[in-house]
């Protein structure tokens, strides 16, 4: 089958073979005439199978009749990535260069002054990441009420990293009545949830087994030790003799260290990680596609949507934490029919994350036979990752491994230190051990022989109260003695009597005093 049998318009047609392209994908055979069509589908695909193409092609026919007003795109595509959302933009430009269609990438790291001119001016084709297109219909710069077909790509990748609820956002503020267009490498029962919420009666188009990896790609892995990894990468390097390639880290500090090693050792190699400001990104992008660097050291901001024809190789150098990530991986390479080739670093506390793979992948990898690397390798551990032996970080988990249970380790943990001083163990009876000889004790200081008697404290006249009052405690048999204090009786506390100096006596207050009416 050739693209003519699909329906497309000689104008995309020409295109098409401009590019080079002869003949369609297994996923482009049966997306694009159902597309043309107006159906909802559901496109399920390994990666480097030619998704993008198989929306891209129908969706410029459909789009070239009518036109787009201001602030109110006519379809729209949302991607997981940047660079994800920047290869669909450069397929459309390739693909629609004979037909007037304008379009907008709406992505961050970005001037959003230059995106709200693109959009005031009015765009048929509306590219971008949920964040920031969040952004610019809080702002009130967009309308989504024309949006007339939706492309969710890379679902599995927008759930993996928690995009999930804003999509749910975005499609809510779409019009009913549309064309969805829903790519995912893999179908879990997540997906499929999403699926019965954002589509109708979908069309269900499955080029290959989800999660499989391309047979185009020769795979191989290599166990050495973890302090000997950066070692076997450069061997590896040198012995292969690689034309170009992906490197793969786990996390994105250690991108940086990996980057950093490699260049101090001579290597031209570039990095790429989420953390990174997106000119810097598209620097690093564009380095590596020019073949003005050899090598790209990143994470998996990479793994997905970059067609850069010609990678000879992926190097994993972390296995990683998710087996379905290990097939994106290496999707880079071994595209569009072409031969590629896929080594993994392990050690041997990855054996349970590496069976997982081969089990997704439902093939064993072999061990890489190669000379330069032979005195690094090893076996895996007889234990699991978390078993003993196995180099431990914080929290008991093992290092090159996933925690698997909340209380893993704690019973590995070392024996405290003893919090104070031991006599020390010998042989045999064991004679008693003074004190002073463990902790000597300071002497306490001479008592005096005879006690020194202490002045007594002035006593403090206590507050009076008016007179009707201290008659009326008398008359009541309260204070058997005029200097005591209402409330304590004869037992004043100390500190009541040792504050300042006496206060002057109050003058004698007559027993009985005269009536008002005297007065």
Known sequence: MTFEDLGLSPDTLKAVADAGYQTPTPIQEQAIPLVLMGRDVIGIAQTGTGKTAGFTLPMIDILAEGRAKARMPRSLIIAPTRELAAQISDNFVKYGKYHPLSMALLIGGESMGDQEKTLDRGVDVLIATPGRLLDHFERGRILLNDVKILVIDEADRMLDMGFIPDVERIVSLLPK????????????????????????????????????????IAQAVVIVRPEDKRECLRRLIRAEHLVNAFIFC?????????????????????????????PKRMEMLAKFKSGEAEYLVCSDVAARGLDIT????????????????????????????????AVTIATPYDGKAWAAIESLVKQPIPILAEAAIEDLKVAFSSSDAEGDGAP???????????????????????????????????????????????????????????????PDAPRREPRRSRPSQDKWARDAGRMDHPDDVLGFGSAVPAFLQQFGPPRPRSPEIPEELPAEDEA
């Open 392 to 454: 431990r970080g914080p929290r008991g988990r093992a290092k090159g491994g996933r925690s698997h249970g909340k209380d893993r380790g704690r019973d590995r943990k070392p024996a405290r230190k003893p919090r104070y001083a031991q006599a020390p163990t010998v042989d045999g009876p064991v004679a008693p051990v003074a004190a002073a000889e463990i902790m000597p004790m300071t002497q306490p200081a001479a008592i005096p022989a005879e006690p020194v008697v202490q």
């Open 250 to 278: 786990n996390r994105k500090r250690d991108v940086d260290i990996l980057f950093k090693s490699l260049t101090k050792h001579g290597f031209n190699a570039v990095g790429l990680h989420g953390d990174m400001p997106q």
């Open 177 to 216: 009545i549309r064309q969805t267009l829903f790519f995912s490498a893999t179908m879990n029962e997540e997906i499929r949830k999403l699926t019965e919420q954002f589509l109708m009666n979908p069309k269900v188009v499955q080029a290959t087994p989800p999660a499989t990896a391309a047979t185009t």
């Open 310 to 341: 010609g990678v000879s190789h992926v190097i994993n150098f972390d296995v990683p934490f998710n087996p379905e990530d290990y097939v994106h991986r290496i999707g880079r390479t071994g595209r569009a029919g072409k031969q590629g080739h």
